[in-house]
C-alpha cells in the first residue's frame, strides 16, 4: 500500500500527465523536447513537519519541483502556454482529489539554456508545496 506522500505526488504527476507537454516522473532531460514541451515531476522535500498531538499528526509543507523546459522557434509564448496550462491543472482541485489538504505552485524563474548544435531551451524549476498530513512520518 502506498504511503500518502507517493499517493499525492502519483496524483500530482498524473494531473501534469493530462496536460499536452510530455510528463515524466524523476528521469533526465531527454535529448529533444517535444513540440508541446517536457515537464519533469521531482519528489523534492517534506521539510519537518509540524506536530500535533492526541491524535498523533505530522503536518507537511512538502516542497515538490516541477522541471517545466520547451525548445524550438516561439518559446518565450510557448513557455507562457506551459505555465498557465500548470497552474490551471493545479487550480481545478487544489486537494487533488482529497489526498492532500492544499497545493499551490510558486512563480518560475526562467532561464535561457544554450544548446551546441540545436535550438536554445527555455527552463524553469516550479515549485510546488503540497499540505498534507500523516501518522507517521515513514508512512
Known sequence: MPTPRETILAAL?????ALPATA?????????????????????EPGEPEVTLSPLRYHYQHRAEIEAVV??????AAFDTLCAS???????????GGLCDWDEAEAPRPVDLP???????????????LHYFTADPLT
Open 24 to 44: 515524466l516522473r524523476g528521469d533526465a532531460l531527454p535529448e529533444r523536447v517535444p513540440p508541446a514541451g517536457m515537464l519533469i515531476l521531482r519528489d523534492g
Open 86 to 96: 500548470i497552474g490551471a491543472a493545479l487550480a481545478t482541485d487544489r486537494t487533488l
Open 13 to 17: 504527476h498524473a494531473r501534469l500527465s
Open 115 to 129: 544548446v551546441e548544435g540545436a535550438a536554445s531551451l527555455k527552463a524553469a524549476v516550479i515549485p510546488v508545496v
Open 71 to 76: 525548445q524550438g522557434g516561439n518559446r518565450d
